[in-house]
């Protein structure tokens, strides 16, 4: 097991990109490859950039990687909220996964400031 598996944030992201995958599902069959993909590609990026920052050696390189995974957590939100500003997807289906998103945010903002006191 890599190191990375262990970590709570990484495991929450998974979860998160499974259900961030179901619900662009209800997009308009044009939009999955437009807006869809996007979504997609921002959301594997978060759990993708936690592993790679997890393969650093130095804690600034781990920081900037966690920094990448919560623009990325933003990024998915806004298309989301994007989403449902075009009738893709209701605000229930936003706010239903608005706490998932909260959570990593914080996470990632912890495991940041735990690195940044090791500098």
Do not use: C, T
């Not at 990109?17 to 069959?29: A, G, H, M, N, S």
């Amino acid at each position: 097991m890599f190191s990375f598996e262990r970590l709570d944030v990484y495991q929450k992201a998974r979860e998160l990109v499974k259900d961030v995958y179901q619900l662009q599902k209800q997009f308009p069959v044009e939009e999955r490859y437009e807006l869809g993909n996007q979504i997609r590609r921002s959301i594997v990026s978060v759990s993708s950039n936690i592993a790679e920052g997890s393969g650093r050696d130095s804690y600034k390189e781990k920081i900037h990687f966690l920094e990448i995974a919560f623009g990325s957590l933003m990024e998915s939100f806004s298309q989301l909220q994007n989403a449902q500003d075009l009738e893709y997807i209701d605000e229930e289906d936003v706010e239903k996964l608005r706490p998932q998103f909260e959570n990593i945010a914080k996470m990632l903002s912890g495991l940041k400031s735990s690195f940044e006191k090791k500098l």
